[in-house]
């Protein structure tokens, strides 16, 4: 069986071999020659490394070869990271950064030790690399250069393959088809489906993406549920799954009965579609099961599933299902031409066209095939190497057996080889797994496949690079992930999943529950299921990760101590579940881990055990709601970049020390200890931790701000952390222990670098902001700030002049029960929130305007991009001058105005309205007659409007409008009723009405 060949890490040695820092160490251990003979042995053996790949597919001696290379190639990666750790540890004194003097690289009493355990160790691996060498001419193994198609630019390598935007042809005909059978109702049926049917790669999936994401099919359903389904049909998962779309919300482990409840409520009368994709169970007694629980719905509410299988169409109880093509000869050639040549690049290179026409009408129609050999050519301009895929022999035979998979590897195939192990490592995943780029980006660090080009550029911006680039090859797709704040994050497509998993092997395994035998030769595992009998099998076995994304352990059971304790050579341990603190003594064995995700462990502190794993690159702790406290010694983690935390804790200072972790560069949040009889406390680090880690990326939150002192706050030097990208200080209402004039001058020393992005202030107790907000050049302190967000700052009377922000285009201000006005600047010449786009405003009963420049009215500033406006317990007049300046505004909430008697009269000229919301304005009687003039309102709701008495005629020229919900209206209650309410011909053309009591 063939094996993985380890690309990534074997150049990764030579890289590190090469350094200027192993030869520091060679220099002072007295073992260069050694280095340089393991560095010689390890060329030789890597310049074959491709012919290996080919040749072992049909021999299982080269595969052998291939697998003792493997063997030793981890190990060394072992003991180099054990020298460069050492060397690091070195040359760091107590604040975390590296002594000037390289005489003070070790110490006299353990010099000879660590040398004698060095030479040794270099020794034994280029012995093994040795017997391995020798057996190259055995095999008849031919160097060849492992092509990389990565180039080098001033100084910075870029790769070749440039990002192209995914186009989609040829199902326009399809997608109009399938509309039609969606919206065809039957009087008989309240329910009914549509089965999509089509071999793998046609694209089935994408059409109904399209259809589902249609603005009239969107407007025709009350409700869209989309739901992955793949190989496990397993009921229950699925009924969770469903309600999880319907929701945006995670439903917990409620049990069938209770979920089926839940169903019946979010369904129950309403027109719905739900999508089932990748549909492979023929299991007639599941689908039944399945499909008794699903309520009926309104009449037309429809199922829409793909799948591969006709069979499964006809266990569903559909004979005719809807037949995917391939796309047509001119489709295909216009897909494929838009991804293989730069634009008019085709007329240059004619022979290259004749070729690529010939390549696809071989592709049979197939848009994946199409768009991975398109891809795959793009910037190939040698004719052999077009020729050499149109003479692939699985492309000649492809109609023969629609089977497209070894095709899809010819992708792989070309792939530079530092590329190889990042795609195949994504077999961990099960198919349809949401993935998170920087979750896989430092999975890939902590095995050592990331290759940086120059020693002062950052794996992670080099496992971005990786990223970018598979992308770019369709080897991810791009998917919003809902349940996460739609954060853009990344699937694998299933047949290139099948590719990976083809690739690897034994080498990675996926355990459910159908997994009887673990193969001796695993090194990546991955438990995606509650039942966990098989964790015996891997004890001793030499594993580099261990994913568990689900189930509940509970550790009490001492195999898991027993299990962690055998992994000697683990580098990726995530274990997601309640594990207690018996089994974490262990962790300490665990010398090469590098990735270390506890989450939700029930815990209370990690033991210091976790201090000795020097290679320790990622730490993840969130959702562990018992933690108090980290580890003391966190300074000896010295290779840490990674502390991903979050608030579910119960932490109240962060250990004395953390700021001599230099390389970090993810604290999501830092919590300043309290001084309070313990500011002598060994344990508890100060503000001023946070002076030399200026390599922190993304957020930082400082929480309890009201413990800190102002000569603590200029010693943090926030101004110096330029790659920052939010900022939250919060000083967290606890009994006051600092005065406003304290909590001023701690304000100002936390001026953040220019570079920040956003910005969040929670209970700032100061009289006035600090100089550098309230500064008439704000504009050029933070010219890159995108969202603002201050709440609870009950003492400033005036605001900052955000007005003048050129990129803010998020502002919200909420609970300023003191704030007046905003700062005035004296140029009128700079424009006035030239980029907001949302603006929220809540509790600010004081705020009558901006106090705006003073200008005649016809000058008065506009929001030129105000879309969204959100107004919550402030003025009528407030309320009445945003309204009449903002012309382009597509939602608009009123919360809470007690004064306002009638919509604000500008609303009836925002013709780009959509949503409308009301809510908690006792003084409105009625709604206007222009509301009819709404020609876009699309949504309306009311809710908490008691002396609402009536709805207005000329809501019937509403005709987009198709959702309207009333509630806490009595008199809208009685008068809204279906068939017998006398608003209800008005309101009867909108397919969705929501109206309650209360």
Known sequence: MAEQIPFGIAENLLMKLGSAVFHEIGLMYGVRGELSKLKEKLSTVGAVLLDAEEKQESSCAVADWVRRLKDVVYDADDLLDDFATEDLRRKTDDR?????????FFSPSNQLAFRFKMAHGIKAIRERLDDIANDISKFNLISRVMSDVRVRNNGRETCSVVEKSHKIVGREENKREIIELLMQSSTQENLSMVVIVGMGGLGKTTLAQLVYNDQGVVSYFNLSMWVCVSVDFDVEVLVKNILMSATNEDVGNLRLEQLQKRLQEKLDGKRYLLVLDDVWNEDKRKWGQFITLLPVGANGSKILVTTRSTRVASVIGIDSPYIVEGLKDDESWDLFESLAFKKAEEQMHPNLVAIGKDIVKMCKGVPLIIETLGRMLYFKTQESHWLSIKKNKNLVHL???NDILPILRLSYDNLPVHLKQCFAYCALFPKDYIIKKKLLVQLWMAQGYLQPYDENIDLEDVGNQYFEDLLSRSLFQKVENKYDNNMLSYKVHDLIHDLAQSIVNSEVIIVTDDVKIISQRIHHVSLFTKHNEMLKGLMGKSIRTFFMDAGFVDDHDSSITRLLSSLKGLRVMKMSFFLRHKALSSLGKLSHLRYLDLSYGWFENLPNAITRLKHLQTL?????????ELPRNMKKLINLRHLEIDEVNKLSYMPRGLGDLTNLQTLPLFWVRNDGGESRHKRMGRLNELRFLNNLRGQLQIKRLSNARGSEAKEAMLEGKQYLECLRLDWWKLPATQESEEAMLVMECLQPHPNLKELFIVDYPGVRFPNWMMNDGLDLLLPNLVKIQISSCDRSKVLPPFAQLPSLKYLELSNLIAVECMMDYPSSAKPFFPSLKT?????????????MRDVAAEQAPSYPYLEDLRLDNTTVELCLHLISVSSSLKSVSIRRINDLISLPEGLQHVSTLQTLTIRGCSSLATLP???????????????????LTSLPEEMRSLRHLHTLKINGCPYLYERCQKETGEDWPTISHIPEIIIRRW
Do not use: H, M, Y
Request: glycine share 10%.
């Open 96 to 104: 975390g950064r590296f002594a000037a003097q390289v005489s003070d």
């Open 399 to 401: 109609g023969e057996k």
């Open 620 to 628: 993840t702790l969130f959702n562990c709601i018992r933690l108090k």
């Open 839 to 851: 603006l929220q405003l809540s509790d600010l009963p004081n705020l009558k305007g901006w106090g």
């Open 929 to 947: 007659d222009w509301i009819g003039r709404l020609t876009s309102l699309s949504e309306l709701c009311i809710e908490k409007c008691p002396n």
